[in-house]
């Protein structure tokens, strides 16, 4: 309980009193104080010397040089002092006590009831994910030690958020002026907080795409349940009456804009995921978290989304392996966050502060001292932990400046707040004076959701703030970034390769040939081509030129691959969970891939929709994605889909199909709810085109979305599998609905059934020559390809993963060995059959005019065990050059020993008092080594 400020009457009016409670003063004493003589810094950028704050009845009654104070008013003399607007922390979990999950009614209006054996879908999500309805104003202990430690630090109004779950509650705006929670909240449902995090290998969602999933099938379920009801409501006579859903329920000042979505997103790519999830669900969103924010400032600004800024900054292990060399990324990944506020200053996004799990209020106000070193001006510095926060929460006429009329949260230093020496001696909460005695320790750890009592056990010293960050102390100029952007620079927009031996695939070989390439196209392809005097040369004499190399089957860049917890995942998508920075794209344009098929993984009977890349490494997802043919779903075969069911470490229980029988009647199952799916959807058209009224949208799910797709030839169907029985299965489970395979995913058993396949147009992207690696591989033959091929099946070679892909070359060689397949039909393995398979051979696959210019220049014949890709392009521009390679390698050397010099801590003045004589410093090289 604080301590009253009664010495004041001592000091101040003379008279003779001791100290009390501040709580035990009667009501009847006045609540009247006049703050003099300080240097009042207002919030807003004004700074006002010598100043008077005038505080009546918890307000702020008037600020300035001049102002009257009135009889009876506590006069406080703080000449040589600073006052300042109370702190706010953007985002906190302090002082909360963790939600317990409770039941959560069926949602009749929102979600279809699934039959027996049904795979579970985004409507069948453990309580502990669905914690929408949770309030952080229930959770509040008012109670806690913490509260008292983050008002001691100047932190006086917090932003209260449940940190549970993947919808996780609504949060709560308090004032910290004492124990009574009633008087403390401020706002009690602030906004709504949800978080990209899973439930687990075994449970709905396990992946984040599947989080993801989840996240857009909640909004469109709830934007479902408003039309149910509203519907109700305007005609209740013969229809019945919908459940309560509370999560639902809870969200609707979400879908109707008077709620924002908080999103905990701190990588470029993930307030990338945010920002498109809140636009396409139409949501005001604001990021949380956001150490990358900067790299997408552009569209911060242009979708006006605000950022609550993390000062939770990441630290080095300080247990870990001190042998072990570090990478670039991880270097850069704790260098770079006290730079992100500066740089999105000068970007003009509007940002505030928070702790977001900062273990001590102390290291709040050091870490906002730290991104003033870091070039953030110390008048923005102060905004964004002030006014700014308060405009984010929607506090800015009560909170966030010292202006008349807006409560008294006031904070009074001994010294300029941004000085490493300054110590807070008073703060005032709703008018309501609090002493901060000067042994007042700021570093005990907080014991809320995120605290040591959370977790029974001592916190991991990777995630402590401030232990190791740099010294503040010297001059006040901004410490540089260190920073690393190395691109191979794109070239000019038309070149000329030439005088290389010519492998168009779609026109044979042509000996000492050129192409001319202009604004990413193929223009001319042959001999004697003429350049224009800004057209950039490449003579490729002695090398040999193919089109880019076409993966069919990929797992690469991607945050996760398989959504194991359920049958069905078809509401997955890897174009949610892509990741254009993945090193295996560099790696596999190295081996001149340059489109390649990303799957989800085969741990279902059905999985999630695939997306077509162009591995433009470092480059926007949007420029990644290939979207020239028709999008697809990936389906699964045999051992994968059955023994993810059985029972494991994982789980107690088996989740279905656990036999290759029950992988069947998954798939049938899921296209018979599709097609029934499809069929509401057809009749809510035609009866609304009759003018059918009340009529009811039916709700769209986008478990059986893509699979009623299929139905109607709009999206293709890729299927793992390796048994020639079980191909069998699915091209008569395919004539059963009228639908077509598109390609058998491995078929390593498909040349037993090559007429089979062939006569209903199905294509396999196959092995060069895998077998035996598990049980259903045994009969797998090297001359599977070429027995395909024979028989009319359109044939590639796949990878199925990141170091296949890199000599996707030499597997394809290896078909010409086995079966005796021609150079030409050997490299169309690889370029242009996939590209057929996937429909997107009128832009890729072969040398032709018109087409991108998707190239490789090898050193020798690309099936030469010596040769490899020396320069690869995609669409004119240049993204792989060994020479460039080796000249980012020696950069990528110099910036890490950079960074490890800066991390080095600075000697503090108690370590330099005994210390022995000094020892040389180590040089970049010896660090380095």
């Known amino acids: ?99 317990a999950p409770a039941g959560r009614p069926g949602a009749a209006a929102a979600a279809p009831t699934r039959g027996e054996g049904e795979a579970a879908g985004p409507q069948a999500v453990p309580d502990g994910g669905m914690l929408a309805h949770v309030r952080a104003v229930d959770l509040l202990d008012a109670e806690s030690k913490d509260l008292e430690a983050w008002r001691n630090a100047g932190i006086l109004t917090l932003h209260l958020a449940p940190d549970q779950g993947i919808f996780m509650g609504q949060t709560a705006v308090i004032n910290l002026n004492g124990r009574d929670r009633n008087l403390m909240i401020v706002v009690p449902a602030a906004m709504s907080r949800v978080s990209f995090r899973t439930l687990g290998f075994t449970t709905y969602p396990g992946s984040l795409m599947g989080t993801i999933a989840l996240l857009r099938q909640t909004l469109l379920d709830a934007n479902h349940y408003r039309e149910v009801m509203q519907v109700y409501e305007s005609h209740p006579k013969g229809l019945k009456r919908p459940g309560l859903d509370r999560v639902l329920e809870a969200l609707q000042p979400v879908i109707n804009g008077k709620m924002p979505l908080v999103i905990a997103a701190k990588t470029e790519r993930e307030i990338r995921r945010a920002i498109s999830l809140a636009g396409e669900q139409k949501a005001a969103c604001i990021i949380a978290g956001a150490f990358e924010a900067d790299r997408v400032a552009a569209d911060l600004q242009r979708t006006r989304t605000p950022v609550l ?33 500066g740089l999105l200053h000068k970007a003009g996004v509007r940002f505030a502060f928070c702790s977001d799990g900062l273990r001590t209020a102390r290291d709040y106000l050091k870490n ?24 984010l929460l929607g506090v800015d006429r009560q909170l966030g400046s010292i202006e008349p009329g807006k409560i008294a949260n006031l904070v009074v230093t001994d010294q300029d707040l941004f000085d490493e020496k300054s110590r807070i001696t008073t703060v005032f909460v709703d008018g309501e004076i609090f002493e901060v005695p000067p042994d007042t320790d700021t570093t005990q750890e907080t014991t809320g959701p995120r605290g040591r009592a959370a977790r029974g056990g001592p916190p991991a010293e990777q995630n402590r703030s401030g232990d190791v960050s740099p010294s503040l102390a010297g001059d006040d100029k901004p410490e540089p970034e260190i920073t690393f952007q190395y691109q191979v620079p794109p070239g000019a927009k038309e070149k000329l390769i030439k005088n290389a031996t010519v492998m168009t695939v779609s026109q044979g070989t042509l000996q000492g040939a050129s192409v001319l390439v202009r604004d990413g196209t193929i223009v001319a392809v042959g001999k004697d081509l003429q350049a224009g005097s800004a057209t950039e040369i490449i003579d490729a004499a002695g090398k040999w030129l193919i089109p880019g190399i076409v993966d069919c089957h990929n797992h690469i860049a991607s945050d996760s691959t398989n959504e194991s917890s359920v049958a069905v995942s078809s509401m997955t998508a890897i174009e949610d969970v892509l990741d254009p920075t993945d090193i295996n794209i560099y790696r596999d344009l190295a081996g001149g891939v340059t489109t390649a098929h990303t799957l989800h993984g085969s741990a279902n009977p059905i999985g999630g929709k695939n997306s077509v890349i162009k591995l433009k490494w470092g480059k926007p997802v949007e420029q990644l994605l290939f979207k020239a043919g028709k999008p697809g779903l990936k389906f699964a075969l045999g051992e994968n889909p059955k023994r993810s069911g059985s029972a494991s470490s994982f789980s107690a229980t088996r989740r279905y199909p656990a036999s290759r029988m029950g992988v069947e009647d998954v798939i049938r199952t899921a296209f018979l709810e599709a097609r029934e799916y499809a069929r509401r959807l057809d009749e809510y058209e035609q009866k609304k085109a009759a003018g059918v009224s009340p009529l009811l949208r039916p709700r769209r799910d986008l478990k059986l979305e893509p699979l009623a797709e299929i139905l109607k030839g709009q999206r293709l169907m890729h299927v793992h599998a390796y048994r020639a029985d079980e191909m069998l299965m699915t091209l008569r489970l395919a004539d059963e609905f009228k639908i077509k395979v598109t390609t058998f995913d491995h078929g390593l058993e498909g040349y037993k059934i090559a007429k089979e396949i062939a006569a209903r147009g199905t294509g396999v992207t196959t092995f060069s020559d895998w077998w035996a690696y598990k049980v259903e591989a045994y009969d797998a033959i090297p001359y599977n390809a070429a027995i395909l091929t024979q028989n009319g099946v359109l044939v590639s070679v796949n990878s199925d993963g990141a170091e296949e892909s890199r000599h996707l070359f030499q597997e394809a060689a290896k078909c010409m060995k086995y079966g005796g397949m021609s150079e030409n039909e050997a490299l169309a393995l690889i370029t242009l059959n996939p590209a057929k398979q996937l429909e997107i051979d009128k832009r890729v696959g072969s040398i032709e005019i018109g087409k991108d210019a998707d190239l490789v220049i090898f050193s020798a014949h690309p099936f030469s065990v010596y040769a490899v890709p020396e320069q690869v392009f995609i669409e004119g521009d240049l993204y792989f050059s060994r020479e460039h390679d080796r000249e980012r390698a020696k950069q990528i050397e110099e910036v890490k020993k950079k960074l490890v010099l800066r991390e080095r801590p600075a000697r503090g003045p108690a370590e330099d008092k005994d210390k022995k004589p000094p020892q040389p410093v180590p040089t970049e090289e010896e660090v380095g080594r």
């Not at 000062?311 to 770079?336: C, D, Y």
């Open 1 to 99: 309980m604080p301590r009253a400020l009664l010495f004041f009457f001592v000091f101040l009016l003379s008279l003779t009193c001791q100290a009390q409670e501040i709580g035990s003063l009667p009501r009847t004493v006045p609540a009247v104080f006049a703050l003099r003589g300080a240097t009042v810094v207002v919030g807003d950028g004004t700074v006002l010397p010598n100043a008077t704050v005038l505080i009546n009845d918890g307000l702020i009654e008037a600020v300035g040089p001049n102002v009257p104070v009135p009889a009876g008013a506590w006069q406080i003399d703080l000449a040589g002092k600073f006052i300042y607007p109370g702190l706010l922390d953007g985002l906190t979990e302090v002082g909360l006590k963790r939600a």
């Open 309 to 341: 800024l993390s000062l939770n900054f990441p630290q080095k292990e300080r247990e870990g392996n001190p042998e072990a060399e570090e990478s670039l990324n991880t270097l850069l990944e704790r260098h770079h966050p006290p730079y992100t506020a």
């Open 368 to 391: 906002l001292r730290l991104t003033v070193k870091r070039g953030l001006p110390k008048e923005a510095a102060l905004r964004a932990a002030t006014l700014s926060a308060a405009e």
